[in-house]
Structure formats: structure tokens, C-alpha cells
């Protein structure tokens, strides 16, 4: 609604009277039908043109290479298995073994993959911590695993993680191949972790299956090459092939934020050749490659389909799994980021049923017996002050539960906690990380902020007793970040800054906050674009800012604007 109103430079409540004499009752922050909107669009005195996604999306489908254009790819691994089987020093074994085996540099730099190849037989490893980045990737639409290995550690046999593992090999439909590792150690039994994975279907060679078993052993480096010819084996099963005369296309493997570098994000190039210069797409965002950087942190001026690389160029990180595609130019590239970012604006405003309101629900009608929550908060003394104050406010029909209470930014951790517990997260001083986000609003988990520990008591005494209107909108109103800071002699810091999120406006509120903790909450005294003072800025643009009577701020710093809770939440 609201942002209807704003394209069409129309006030809210004349949308919404407009909405209204059509007998349709809808609030600023609703979704609307589309007909609906074109409906309301229309009889405003405004035309409407439909914009159907596959036009946007046209200039970015994939399409059938031509005969004769495939040629051979490195197989792409990925390494699971149950948590000391010998994942990482797999990984690690296969990294040496390569620098062994003579190529210059070496493999030193993390980069979330890198690429062996021995005797011009090439294999890439994706060197993601385990089955959340499988899985996450996966759940993001992405496929960019030929071939799983599944560590199983001979004297300890299957694992509730290996079963796990087997599970997400099979949904995805990648084959695997068994490393039975650890076989120098006394307590190694294969035959035995052979006939255990009978049980959930996967049979090995030696049981005359299918699929691929090596006994090897990573830290003394047996038989690394049986696996490897083994990989090579399952590769030349799968003929994996690909294009590398056309326009890149990949997958993030993983993104972080570096000091002095920016945003970067290991992308695995799967068809055609990625280059400086190139303008992609990814997620909802859109750059262009200032350098390209390879697992031995060389820079390089292209990479050809199978290889890892790091891609300099990104505003800011994008998620793993997110696709990473090469476009004709800018205008495109920023059409579909556009599109991509209001799609993904509307999934937000239509988020499922939160745990907090169906709990409230449950309440009401006396069902629920226990409300679970997670805290997070800046310092322990809080975390143990709250748990305590809350736990008491426990009544007869519903027990506060608090399932897990720790120092620092919300994570994902917490979330996916919060989340099969079916309970809701407290932030204390603290924020959520933005991937914790993401992810807190795709599942319906409420994430409730505070800085004051009786507003928060409140809030949980409310729900316990069924009185609080499930109000789940956060109050926060912007999210601000400092870039530079500027000392001015006499008048003290002032902050060149972006504004990420929302906007900050002269009157805001604000909480700065460092590393997601919050160190300070007050106002601001002076808003400027360029020379001219000004009321409010909007995402997008930067502005300077001076804080009211505070000056410790430093480069990275976020500025939280927000406004005063209403107190109509009560019912
Ligand atoms: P991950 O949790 O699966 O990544 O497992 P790690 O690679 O961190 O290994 C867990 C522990 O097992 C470490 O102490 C390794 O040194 C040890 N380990 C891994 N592979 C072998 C192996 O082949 N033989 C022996 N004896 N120890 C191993
Ligand atoms: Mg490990």
C-alpha cells in the first residue's frame, strides 16, 4: 500500500479512502491484489503499466547451449560427515597434497573452495563448514555440489550427523562416495561402518552396491589418491560439462566483509568464463567485478566454468547460494537487482503467522503451557538478571521457558533455536545479525528488541496473560551506516554516512550501535546533505550527521533510528 501510494506520489489516506469506497479495507503496510492495486492505481487518475516477471527476468534466463560447445569440467566436492570424523582434515590433507605436488603458492588463502589438480585431472572442494551451508544453499535454489564425500571415521561408525549428511545427499540427489577415515587408528573397524550403512540405504561396492568406498586415513595421507581417482570415477559418470564461451554463470559460495577490501564473495563460476569488468547480478543485488582473486590469492583475469574465485565488486555481502549472474550492462543489471529487491520486499510484508501470535493465540484460548524464549544481551549480568525476572513471572497455565540465554549479536544459531522450539528471541542492547534476520523473518520468528529491562518484563507479563496485541513490527526505522568520520575542531565528530535501510530523519531517535551491541541511544543534532541541512534522508544516500552531546563514533558504526513504542499495544 504504502508503497503504491509512493509511486504514485499519492497520500496513504487518500489510497486508502480511494481503497475503501471499493469496499476494500487495507492498512499501510498491507499487500494488495494486484487487480486490486491496478483497480485503485486507476481510478487515482494514474496509469498503469503491468510488468510481468518474465519480462524483467527475460534478460537474465539461461539457455540451452549449442552442440559441440561443452567441454569437460572439474568436479565440484563438497565434504560431510558427522562433526571429528575428519572433515577439515580431509580438506586440509587434499589442500597439501597439491602444494606437493608442485604448483607455485600453494593453497594458503581461505577462500571457501579452492581446486586441486593433480596431473591435469582437476578437482574443486567446497570448503563450507558442513550441512548448514549445504542445506542453506540448497534452500536458496542453488545446486552447486557434483559429488558429496561422506567422512565416517572407522572406529566410531555412523553418527546422528552422518545420518544426516546421507539425508541431505539424497534430497539433493548427489551421489556419494564413502570415506572411511581414521583406518590407522587401532579401534578402526570399515567392515563394520560398511554394514551400518546398509541400514540407510547406501550400499557400498564392497557389499556389491554402487556406491564408491575408500578406507583412507587423512592425517597420515593413505590412500588420498584412491579417493581422488575415485572422485575422478564418479565425475566421468556424471559427464559433467559446460560452456565456457558465454556470459558467467555461478553460485556464491560465501560472502564476508573485510576491512580495506569491502564486501567479498567466493562465487563458483558453473557455466561460461567470468572476467574483470563483467556487470552481474546476484540475489537482489548488481555490481561489477573490480578484481577476481583465485585460491592462492592471485589475482586473476578470468575464471572458466568448475572454478572458485573470489569477486571483488559487491555493495554489500551477498547471501550463500545466491545465483551470480553476468548481464549485458548496467541498466539491465540494475532493472533486475530492482525487481529482484521489490519481490523480495513484498515476501517480507507477507510474512506467515508468528510464533509470538499464534502463542498469543494459544493463550488466549488456554492451550499454550510454556512460552519459550531465547535472550541475547550485551553483557552476562543481564542475560541472568532477565532469565530470573522472567522465569518468575511463570504462572500456573503457561511457564516461561528460556531455552538458551548468551552474550552477543543475535545469530542464526539462536534463531534456528527459537525457531524449532516455537519460541520467540529477546535482544537486549543487542541486535540480530543480518543473515539471523533473513532467516528469524522466512520462519516467522519474532525478534523483539529492548533496552530497558521493565519495558521488556511487561511485555512477556502481557502475553502471559493473554493481554498483549501481537504487535510485531519492529519500531526501528532506519538503519544508518557511519563510512567516515570528521573531526572538526570546536564542534567535535561528525559522521559521513549512508543510509542502508529506512531513513533517518532530523527528529529521530537513535541508538548507535557497534559490532550489533548498542553503546548509546540519544538524538542528533544536525542532518545534512552535502552543505544544506535537511529534515530526513532516505535509504539510498548519504548524509552527514552530528549526534546530540556524543562523539565516540567510529568508522563501521551503525545508526539505528527509530521511533518511541506506541502504547495502544495493549488491548
Ligand atoms: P571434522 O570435525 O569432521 O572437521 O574433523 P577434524 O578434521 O577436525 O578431525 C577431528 C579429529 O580427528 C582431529 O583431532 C584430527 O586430527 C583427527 N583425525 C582426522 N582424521 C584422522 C585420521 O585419519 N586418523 C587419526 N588418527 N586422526 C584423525
Ligand atoms: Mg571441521
Redesign the pocket.
Known sequence: MQDLANRMAEKTADVVKALMKMGVMANATQSLESDTAQLVAEELGHKVTVVKDDDVLNDIKDFEDPDGSLIQRAPVVTIM?H????????LDAFRKSNVVSGEAGGITQHIGAYQINNNNKKITFIDTPGHAAFSNMRARGSKTTDIVIL?VAADDGIKPQTIESIAHAKTAEVPIIVAI??I??PGADPDKVRNELLSHEVIVEKLSGEVLDIE?????GTNLDKLEEAIHLQADLLNLKANPHRKARGSVIESKLEKGRGSVATVLVQKGTLKVSDIFVSGSEWGKVKALIDDKGKNIKQAEPSVPVEVLGFDSNPLAGDDFIVVENESIARKIAEFRSSKLQIQKNTVAKSNVEEMFAQINKGEATSLPVVIKTDVQGSAEAIENSITKLSTDEVKVNVIYKGVGAITESDVTLASSGKGFIVGFNVRALPHARDIAKRDGVDIKYYSIIYELIDDVKNLLTGLLKPDISENITGNVEIREVFNISKVGNIAGCMVKDGLISRKSQIRILRDNIVIHKGQISSLKRFKEEVSEVKSGFECGVMLDNYSDIKVGDIIETFEEVSTSRKL
Request: net charge negative; no cysteine.
Open positions: 560427515g562433526v571429528d570424523h575428519g572433515k577439515t582434515s580431509l567422512v577415515n581414521k590407522d587408528l583412507v586415513s587423512a592425517t597420515e
